[in-house]
């Protein structure tokens, strides 16, 4: 195992080419930036107007404590569009399929395709070379700031989270009442089951990776590292080795 800071790990992976799985850890924000300031309620407990409690992980000068520690595996270097057309154009060709019709194919099979695949803006851009090929980051549009883009992200066994000022771990299903509520990926024209999902990372939320066979520890910026979250991201460094990249050429 190597030992990187952030920075050195920006110039690995700068020099990354072509479709990769990764084995990683991640520390990050389960908000997103965004805490609710209070507990989400049930709909019995809004009709019965019962008391609001307050997000118990946000100190009186509004810092927000909880993390969370995961291990998973992602693709990075993949082109998005590319990836949801496939897939859309499996589904569309399925579909023809049940009902006896044939495929469709070239000038057909993409206006099919750009019927339900409707490509939106988003916060960010992924980031590419000089030669048009990919590079595993994405640019926020505003700040510039830089962060890891995957594609395919898969856990690998349970996640935890964890309140920084006491050391508490808990499970999901103990905090759900204050994490957001994934919202369904409609914009794809995929079903549920078959959608493409992609992440951002906060680079500095890395702290570990595994490619090519080697396995990369990578130093928090900034303060040491929380020793209960230091703890989990050790049980989590074993077994990192990444499957086989999906097929997503055409």
């Not at 030669?131 to 690998?156: C, I, N, Q």
């Amino acid at each position: 195992m190597k030992s990187i800071s952030t920075r050195q790990m920006i110039e690995l992976l700068s020099e990354a080419k072509g479709a990769k799985m990764v084995g990683m850890i991640a520390v990050t924000d389960p908000c997103n930036g965004k805490p609710m300031k209070f507990c989400r309620q049930s709909g019995e407990e809004k009709v019965a107007g019962l008391q609001k409690f307050p997000n118990p992980f946000i100190d009186d000068d509004g810092v927000f404590h909880l993390v969370k520690v995961q291990r998973g595996h992602a693709m990075f270097n993949c082109r998005y569009n590319k990836a949801v057309e496939k897939r859309v154009a499996q589904e569309i060709n399925a579909e023809r399929a049940l009902v006896g019709e044939s495929p469709l194919e070239g000038d057909a099979l993409t206006a099919a395709i750009d019927e339900r695949f409707r490509k939106g803006e988003n916060w960010q851009n992924a980031v590419l070379r000089p030669d048009g090929t990919m590079t595993p980051f994405a640019e926020h549009k505003t700040t510039g700031e830089l962060y890891l883009r995957t594609m395919f992200y898969s856990l690998v066994g349970d996640c935890v989270y964890i309140d920084r000022r006491d050391g508490r771990i808990f499970r999901r299903e103990d905090v759900a009442d204050i994490l957001p509520v994934k919202s369904e990926n409609k914009n794809q024209g995929l079903s549920q089951e078959n959608v493409v999902r992609y992440n951002v990372w906060k680079l500095d939320g890395v702290r570990a990776l595994k490619f090519d066979s080697e396995l990369y520890r990578v130093r928090p910026v900034g303060e040491a590292e929380a020793e209960i979250v230091f703890e989990e991201l050790n049980k989590r460094l074993a077994d990192m080795e990444p499957p086989t990249p999906p097929d997503i050429t055409e």
